[in-house]
């Protein structure tokens, strides 16, 4: 089966290899040559351009950054509709909001393409391994054009619905959960430090406890370690959490506890720490309190307190 | 060895029993007739006032709702002090800040009285089995004076130091991370419904992936059930919400989300439902957006949307 995997980032690189180790045939496409070349020094076919996939490729897997990517790769001037096969599926798993994964289905649909809304989670470990989460809607016959790509890319595959948009909908949900998580993990982080407590025995108990959450726990070991090199960035959190707010604005529903993170994640990014693994938006209560951090005790000194 | 449990509501009463079912002398105090009526049918020796508990007793567990509460009861003009005999450990286990849990350690340690910070979680479930965990600093003597009675009720005692207030401290901190959980989930939770997911797959979907939290997945359940028989009520998180903003306002510390959830479950119990399970915040939502909670799709409608 002849696939393109779209967007060879931290999850596509993943995602693709992956691919590869099933015995599929793989086009890796990005813009980077770096990318490109590592791909193909793994034994993929690599592509720079949309446009430059394998003629006839039978399933398109999209790992890009979010909707507008998306569409720019499928129907954008140098988009890779016009080299996929009659029928073709295309999985789409850049997390976006439901109204732009119904758009961009219906438009596949009507060029003649099974479309799966098909958001994904497990961050690049569990992509390097082919153990992904995939939370999809879709016609199941764009389930059974897809699963050889599933099968390769993930052990999780949620099969929530027919229409698409209920996988956008459920990711979106996801990442107002996943984006607080980390947040409120930060500020009881920084609430401790401050109080005196230890941060690691705080950190063991929490986890022991009822107050923990899947994010604290992996997020606060790497503040710990003191660790910011980005599994999952601060402005990662900046644009999901904004989904989020654009999504709940689109129901009239307020998201009053996303906002707040949002906002969070926004100063975090002001002052230049976007690019910084996202536990470390605890560099704004550092910033506002002069707390140190596991391992920055000589690094600065407390204004007050 | 002679001990008393003071307070015999959902964690006091289950802790007391345990301390029966471990071969120790118990006497259960509480105003509540009904309390005192269930504990003495179980076998155990009751008092209606602190003052009433056993003469010479060795060792005091305070299970009762705030600093005030243990502080009338250990030195009030009806406090057990008098009852103690020398060099009893008093075992402080309500939720109060780190300020109080000091200025009580410090009385106590004047009169001749071993005292432990020693906040519990677990909730009645495992209080009911002896399984709570208990998280506390004091004295090596005063654990070792307080063993039997810790051995009896908790299977995980967290040793956090020696200086009261530590034991307060990580409590309150993860009252703030358990406030925000229960909050955030019922905010997504109303999110997913008013978007069309279907409650039980968004349910499935995060307890399996990166967006779960200890609270999501317990509270979240008694929502899909309908049962808001309260375990733990929204007012209790109106209070610890409340210890949180208060010992972070003494460390000038600011606790965005820790204030937003404050308000929601303020919000909650201003509508009436103080008394409704805590993951029944959820309610706060359903009121401004007309969503119908699982299991009550016929007792309202949808006023848009």
Redesign the interface.
């Known amino acids: 089966m002849q696939v393109a995997v779209i967007g060879l980032g931290a999850m596509g690189m993943g995602a693709a290899l992956s691919c590869l180790r099933a015995g599929l045939a793989v086009t890796g496409c990005d813009f980077s040559e770096t990318a490109r070349d590592s791909f193909a020094g793994a034994g993929g076919q690599v592509a720079a351009s949309a446009d430059a996939i394998a003629p006839g490729t039978q399933a398109v897997l999209l790992l890009v950054v979010n909707a507008a990517q998306t569409e720019a790769a499928l129907f954008g001037p140098a988009g890779c509709t016009k080299r996929l096969a009659p029928g073709a599926v295309i999985i789409a798993s850049a997390t976006m909001g ?1 109204d732009d994964a119904r758009r961009l289905a219906a438009r596949a649909e009507a060029a003649g393409f099974l479309y799966l809304d098909a958001p994904v ?3 690049a470990a569990k992509a390097a391994t082919g153990e992904m ?1 995939v ?1 999809a809607s879709g016609s199941p016959a764009a389930f059974a054009k897809a699963k050889p790509v599933l099968d390769a890319v993930a052990t ?1 595959v ?1 099969e ?2 027919e229409a698409p948009g ?1 996988g956008a ?2 990711k979106v ?6 984006g ?2 980390i ?3 930060a ?2 982080m ?3 430090i ?5 941060p690691q ?2 950190y ?3 986890t ?9 726990e ?1 997020r606060m070991a790497r503040v710990l370690e003191g660790d910011d090199a980005p599994r999952s960035a601060v402005d990662i959190f900046v644009k999901d959490l904004g989904l ?1 707010a654009q ?2 604005r689109g ?8 906002s ?2 949002q ?2 994640f926004t100063a975090a990014s002001a002052m230049g720490h976007g690019r910084a693994d996202d536990g470390f938006v605890i560099r704004v ?1 550092q910033a ?2 002069g707390i140190a951090l596991p391992g920055e005790n000589q690094k600065r000194e407390k204004p ?2």
Do not use: C
């Open positions: 439901p989670s497990g961050g989460t939370m999780k949620w929530l619905g209920i909908t459920v949900v996801h990442q107002l959960l996943a607080v998580h947040a409120v993990a500020e009881a920084s609430l401790g401050r109080a005196g407590a230890d025995k705080l063991d108990v929490v022991s406890a009822a107050g923990n959450s899947w994010m604290f992996n989020v999504m709940a129901l009239d529903h307020p998201v009053p506890l996303a707040q993170a906002q969070l209560w506002l309190t007050k307190g």
